[in-house]
């Protein structure tokens, strides 16, 4: 089984900054790719960013420029860098982990508990 924990989530003033870790621990032979998503109020969980195991990165366009992703692949932890933050940012994130098990036959998903950031007007 693998667990996903995440910090640093809070609250910050529009225009601020806020950096978010999601470390991965327990039984697994790697880490694929890994991502941050979003859930506000009433709005389905959406894609903020992902990053593959090479480094390969995307973003959603509202945050693209804005908010950074990277990853320390020896601490099995993914990071999210947010700058510049606006109130439409104010959401639950959540980590997520493409996870290949340990005989690696095969991947499997698996989702931290989600971290509140609220950016005040």
């Known amino acids: 089984q693998v667990q996903l924990v995440e910090s640093g989530g809070g609250l910050v003033q529009a225009g601020g900054s806020l950096r978010l870790s999601c470390a991965a621990s327990?039984?697994?032979?790697?880490?694929?790719?890994m991502g941050w998503y979003r859930q506000a109020p009433g709005k389905q969980r959406q894609l903020v960013a992902r990053?593959?195991?090479?480094?390969?990165?995307n973003y959603a366009d509202s945050v693209k420029g804005r908010f950074t992703i990277s990853r320390d692949n020896a601490k099995n932890t993914v990071y999210l860098q947010m700058n510049s933050l606006k109130p439409e940012d104010t959401a639950v994130y959540y980590c997520?982990?493409?996870?290949?098990?340990?005989?690696?036959?095969?991947?499997?998903?698996?989702w931290g508990q989600g971290t509140q950031v609220t950016v005040s007007s």
């Open positions: 997520n982990a493409e996870v290949l098990n340990l005989r690696r036959t095969y991947t499997d998903t698996y």
């Open positions: 327990g039984s697994m032979f790697s880490i694929d790719a």
């Open positions: 990053i593959t195991n090479g480094g390969s990165t």
